[in-house]
């Protein structure tokens, strides 16, 4: 599965080098991340003409703490490869005013839009931070965080009490504003959202049904995932 999408990015890259990303965090793309560095060391790509965008991040929180999304891209991916600072952009978890920091996300995607988008899938359907009950219409906005995520997340922070309750999230349409989206998926725990999103109905208890009106989406699982499938 990550080999699968290490290699769609470095051809789309190589075929674009101005290619603007949007990219996930959490357990599912670390691989693809490790293999996107190891391709980069080989002089088989150059992501300095890449632009990327992050799917979402807690709040608050400080973009040194541990367990924010900046602390991981950095710790994962940016570090590794040759990407100019100029153009990574991730949401500001220590914003003080959400609103105008996510209609100022939203406005730089709109003009920047993303040729790939890289997401991963939550257990109950979230993309991004979209969590059951988002709209097909929602945008880059603040957002709580349900108890499933939380509980599902606090394993990172320690305890429950410990993980934030809010996020800030590109929306569905920010996403579906792509030009091509990939969706990974992995293990038991995946396979009933997996499930919903490929034979379920298109309908905001599962936001990632959404992305079936998408022109140019590919589904990348592994067979612990897509085992509820017909």
């Known amino acids: 599965m990550s080999r699968a999408a290490a290699d769609t990015v470095v051809h789309e890259i190589i ?3 101005s290619l603007v990303l949007t990219l996930p965090t959490g357990d599912t793309p670390k691989k693809m991340y490790q293999l996107l560095a190891k391709e980069y060391r080989k002089k088989r790509v150059d992501f300095s003409q890449v632009t990327c965008f992050n799917l979402d991040e807690y709040y608050p929180i400080k973009k040194n703490n541990k367990n924010s999304y900046n602390y991981y891209m950095n710790k994962n991916f940016w570090s590794h490869i040759n990407i100019k600072k100029s153009n990574i952009n991730i949401l500001n978890g220590e914003t003080k005013n959400t609103k105008k920091e996510c209609d100022s996300y939203e406005r730089k995607i709109r003009k920047n839009t993303p040729d790939l988008a890289i997401l991963g899938l939550g257990i109950n359907g979230h993309v991004g931070f979209n969590e059951p009950g988002s709209t097909l219409n929602s945008k880059t ?3 709580s965080l349900s108890r499933e995520t ?3 997340n606090s394993k990172f922070f320690g305890s429950y009490k410990k993980i934030p309750s809010s996020a800030l999230t590109m929306g569905m349409s920010t996403i579906l504003s792509s030009k091509k989206i990939i969706l990974l ?5 995946k396979r009933q959202a997996v499930k919903q999103l490929v034979e379920g109905q298109i309908d905001s208890s599962c936001p990632a049904s959404f992305l079936r009106n998408h022109k140019n989406l590919v ?3 592994d067979k612990s995932a897509a085992s509820f499938l017909k």
């Open 15 to 17: 075929s674009k080098p």
């Open 141 to 143: 906005r603040l957002v």
């Open 150 to 152: 939380r509980k599902r």
């Open 185 to 189: 998926a992995s293990g038991k725990s």
């Open 219 to 221: 589904i990348i699982l």
